[in-house]
């Protein structure tokens, strides 16, 4: 298959996930040679996946390095080996005192359900009319929070950078009806912090018009363990590719 056919395949793949991000870095490996090519690949992936923080990243790093299919076997490493999903794991009380709220289901529920069986997760819905495609894990709207009383409230957003956090529509309302025994945790895996001007490009080309400020959250969770938000200006991995910064189509 010609690297502009699998593009095709891959840009209206469904889910966005750790396989899918595998599978474009192939892709974009491929343009090694062809700079040109590879910049119209990664704005036609992007438009695809407007708000995946990591394929912003990925794409970004891969523009900006002079050898992409190496800059794109780096990333993969560093996402192969991200230690955020066990971190949280092993970071969150044992036994549970209570249930923990995830702000929609963003990629690391799954992880979460997978490896503390004791806990009792809640999906917490920013979007009462979309449809729900869940594990077996409880369902609440914004408005049952404060009844629920969730020890932590995790949130792991499209993309944040050292001053905003992006959330889906809704998405600042159930961080604002927490109550004040809810511990607010940030969860970011590699590839979800981003220089500013990168979260603010990916913003726009997603009508995210939803955000807060890091310092609300209590905690930052990452594969390094536990941090502040102060920390997060440590994280900014990713340079800003000028060819990303122009709207997409």
Do not use: K, N, Y
């Not at 938000?229 to 340079?239: C, G, I, K, N, Q």
């Amino acid at each position: 298959m010609q690297p502009f056919e699998r593009l095709r395949s891959l840009a209206r793949w469904g889910d966005s996930d750790e396989e899918l991000l595998v599978e474009i870095a192939g892709c974009l490996a491929e343009f090694d040679d062809d700079p040109a090519g590879l910049v119209v690949a990664c704005r036609r992936l992007l438009d695809h996946h407007r708000d995946w923080g990591a394929l912003w990243w990925l794409c970004s790093r891969v523009l900006a390095s002079p050898q992409p299919a190496a800059a794109a076997t780096e990333a993969l490493s560093l996402v192969a080996a991200d230690a955020t999903p066990s971190r949280l794991a092993r970071a969150l009380p044992f036994p549970a005192d209570g249930p923990i709220a995830v702000l929609g289901w963003p990629l690391i529920g799954p992880h979460l359900v997978a490896e503390r069986v004791d806990l009792t997760v809640i999906s917490v819905l920013t979007d009462p009319f979309a449809e729900s495609d869940l594990p077996p894990v409880d369902e609440v709207d914004a408005g049952g929070l404060a009844e629920l009383a969730p020890t932590h409230l995790l949130v792991e957003p499209p993309a944040t950078s050292d001053v905003r956090v992006t959330l889906p529509t809704g998405g600042r309302a159930a961080i604002d009806r927490c109550p004040a025994v809810t511990r607010l945790w940030l969860v970011t895996p590699v590839g979800t912090v981003l220089p500013e001007r990168l979260v603010a490009a990916l913003a726009a080309a997603a009508s995210l018009s939803e955000s807060v400020a890091p310092s609300i959250f209590d905690r930052v969770v990452s594969g390094r363990g536990l941090s502040s938000p102060e920390t997060l200006v440590e994280r900014l991995d990713a340079p800003v590719a000028p060819e990303l910064l122009r709207p997409l189509r």
